[in-house]
């Protein structure tokens, strides 16, 4: 599978932004995805994951309450609503496919990666 992401930009701090993660290839509904993000010189994040069907999400404590991953698996793609957003949250983020089931948080259980998208907050 092929993933896209694409949403970033630049937003005042307290702002919003919707991320996208297209995919393309083998049937999207088979895989769990999720969002991690990464700033230079740390290691990738985990932000967001959601199931195969959607029923299960889970969050980073950073992000809770504030984002929200949600999937249209007819479109073949994975949104991340970024609501409330601080300068903290400025990053690289990605969006991963992964096979396994369950919602796993760590980057080296995703099989599939997009190339990110820029996301920068403004104080």
């Known amino acids: 599978v092929q993933l896209q992401a694409s949403g970033g930009g630049l937003v005042q701090a307290g702002g919003s932004l919707r991320l996208s993660c297209a995919a393309s290839?083998?049937?999207?509904?088979?895989?769990?995805v999720g969002w991690f993000r990464q700033t230079p010189g740390k290691e990738r994040e985990f932000v967001a994951a959601i199931s195969q069907s959607g029923g299960n999400l889970y969050y980073a404590d950073s992000v809770r309450g504030r984002f929200t991953i949600s999937r249209d698996n007819n479109k073949n793609t994975v949104y991340l609503q970024m609501n409330s957003l601080k300068p903290e949250d400025a990053a690289v983020f990605y969006c991963?496919?992964?096979?396994?089931?369950?919602?796993?948080?760590?980057?080296?259980?995703?099989?599939?990666w997009g190339q990110g998208t820029l996301v920068t907050v403004s104080s």
């Open positions: 991963a496919a992964t096979f396994a089931t369950g919602i796993p948080t760590s980057a080296r259980a995703y099989n599939y």
């Open positions: 290839g083998r049937t999207f509904s088979i895989y769990g």
